[in-house]
T-cell receptor
Framework: GDSVTQTEGQVTVSESKSLIINCTYS????????LFWYVRYPGEGLQLLLK?????QKGSSRGFEATYNKEATSFHLQKASVQESDSAVYYC????????????FGIGTRVLVRP | EAAVTQSPRNKVTVTGGNVTLSCRQT?????MYWYRQDTGHGLRLIHY???????QIGDVPDGYKATRTTQEDFFLLLELASPSQTSLYFC?????????????FGEGTRLSVL
């Protein structure tokens, strides 16, 4: 089946430092998936951070970037300079490029940004 | 504004209890989903629906029923709740079709089964 593997547990980073959360995927049933990053801030629901549907393309939002690397089956999330407000749980997900949007999620990575 | 509203936000019940989680979307979306989120597992799909009266089984359906009464409303039912169903539940809605129609999620319902 399809699966997503991302950086496990908690990542602690100091404000203004760079952040990378690794995400790799296996899309055996889909073949050519759409890729997403969702974020859940403390006390809030899950919200879309960015999405990319074409291999080789890069998505960006709120200073975060992720590139769809089909060869490496990766979709790593990066930010050059984090802020305390970026403290949240980040989820990598994949979905089909067809009717129906059932997503397969990674386990989530908790990011704690220290002031 | 597009929205998915879940209720209640928090629920505590006892083993064997009967629980209904509600979800309403005002996005005119055809698809709705129920996920559970547990530490170490990410979000896992319980049930989903293509429209009113339709129900599809997800990846972790055991112990859950669902019903889609209207296009807007999707309910998750736990008729004999067990401690293993203690979790954070998310509802989502989306529009079908080609391209990355990213589902919109609600704020979640935290359920504790004692």
């Amino acid at each position: 089946g399809d699966s997503v593997t991302q950086t496990e547990g908690q990542v602690t980073v100091s404000e203004s430092k760079s952040l990378i959360i690794n995400c790799t995927y296996s899309a055996t049933s889909i073949g050519y998936p759409n890729l997403f990053w969702y974020v859940r801030y403390p006390g809030e629901g899950l919200q879309l951070l960015l999405k990319v549907i074409t291999a080789g393309q890069k998505g960006s939002s709120r200073g975060f970037e992720a590139t769809y690397n089909k060869e490496a089956t990766s979709f790593h999330l990066q930010k050059a300079s984090v802020q305390e407000s970026d403290s949240a749980v980040y989820y990598c997900a994949l979905g089909p490029n067809s009717a129906g949007n059932k997503l397969t999620f990674g386990i989530g990575t908790r990011v704690l940004v220290r002031p | 504004e597009a929205a998915v509203t879940q209720s209640p936000r928090n629920k505590v019940t006892v083993t064997g209890g009967n629980v209904t989680l509600s979800c309403r979307q005002t996005n005119s979306h055809n698809y709705m989903y129920w996920y559970r989120q547990d530490t170490g597992h990410g979000l896992r799909l319980i049930h989903y629906s293509y429209g009113a009266g339709n129900l599809q089984i997800g990846d972790v359906p055991d112990g859950y029923k669902a019903t889609r009464t209207t296009q807007e409303d999707f309910f998750l039912l736990l008729e004999l709740a067990s401690p293993s169903q203690t979790s954070l539940y998310f509802c989502a809605s989306s529009e079908p079709g080609q391209g990355a129609r990213a589902p919109l999620f609600g704020e979640g319902t935290r359920l504790s089964v004692l």
